[in-house]
């Protein structure tokens, strides 16, 4: 089983439209949770990141984080097309011989259309 | 742009050369680590750095060597790689090794001839 899973996709939305992208997580110990868009040829950027359970906002992106569940997803609210890119779901362990070690998904190629 | 530093933004060498990767940053973050991540494929870990300390290697074959000459600095010496070591090798650093944000550079595409 792997430590973090991804659906590839690709998920194709229009422009305006609301963009779910989904991320489980296989250790129950993991303790920080994060997004990051990876735009083709680029480094990945950080663009949220959650620790507790619930909702967190930064603009069109929410990050939603259900531990009992194992859950983590991204919410953008009215795409645009500079949102097309690839956005992995990475998870850390906080404890530990795991200490400081990221984990990532496979990433979700979102690609958003006019 | 980013707040750590990479350079060389691209490298090409053969298979008998040495040359080394660097990695800046002055936030006064005490974690760096390196990754190397090949096209479509998420970023792997290799190493990680906490106050100037190694303290993980992902198994990283030897051709690789990590250096950490202060706090601000990372470097990643290379030798006698292979073609399937060509990739795109990422930067990050973050506040402390624990529950902080990793930040990446905008990485080296190294290409081995």
């Known amino acids: 089983q792997k430590e973090v899973e991804q659906n590839s996709g690709p998920l194709s939305v229009p422009e305006g439209a609301i963009a779910s992208l989904n991320c489980t997580y296989s250790?129950?110990?993991?303790?920080?949770f994060f997004w990051y868009r990876q735009y083709s040829g680029k480094s990945p950027e950080l663009i949220m990141s959650?620790?507790?359970?619930g909702d967190k906002e930064d603009g069109r992106f929410t990050a939603q984080l259900n531990k009992a569940s194992q859950y983590v997803s991204l919410l953008i609210r009215d795409s645009q097309p500079s949102d097309s890119a690839t956005y992995l779901c990475?998870?850390?362990?906080?404890?530990?011989?795991?200490?400081?070690?990221?984990?990532f998904g496979r990433g979700t190629q979102l690609t958003v259309w006019p | 742009d980013t707040e750590v530093t990479q350079t060389p933004k691209h490298l090409v060498m053969g298979m008998t050369n040495k040359k080394s990767l660097k990695c800046e940053q002055h936030?006064?973050?005490?974690?760096m680590y390196w990754y190397k991540q090949k096209a479509k494929k998420p970023p792997e870990l290799m190493f990680v750095?906490?106050?100037?300390?190694?303290?993980i290697n992902e198994s990283v074959p030897s051709r690789f060597s990590p250096e950490c000459p202060n706090s601000s600095l990372l470097n990643l010496h290379l030798h006698a790689l292979q073609p399937e070591d060509s990739a795109l090798y990422l930067c990050?650093?973050?506040?402390?090794?624990?529950?902080?944000?990793?930040?990446f550079g905008d990485g080296t595409r190294l290409s081995i001839l």
């Open positions: 750095y906490s106050y100037e300390k190694l303290s």
């Open positions: 936030m006064g973050h005490r974690a």
């Open positions: 250790d129950r110990g993991s303790q920080s």
């Open positions: 990475a998870v850390k362990k906080d404890r530990g011989s795991t200490l400081g070690r990221l984990y």
């Open positions: 959650i620790y507790s359970n």
């Open positions: 990050a650093s973050s506040e402390w090794d624990r529950g902080s944000d990793q930040h």
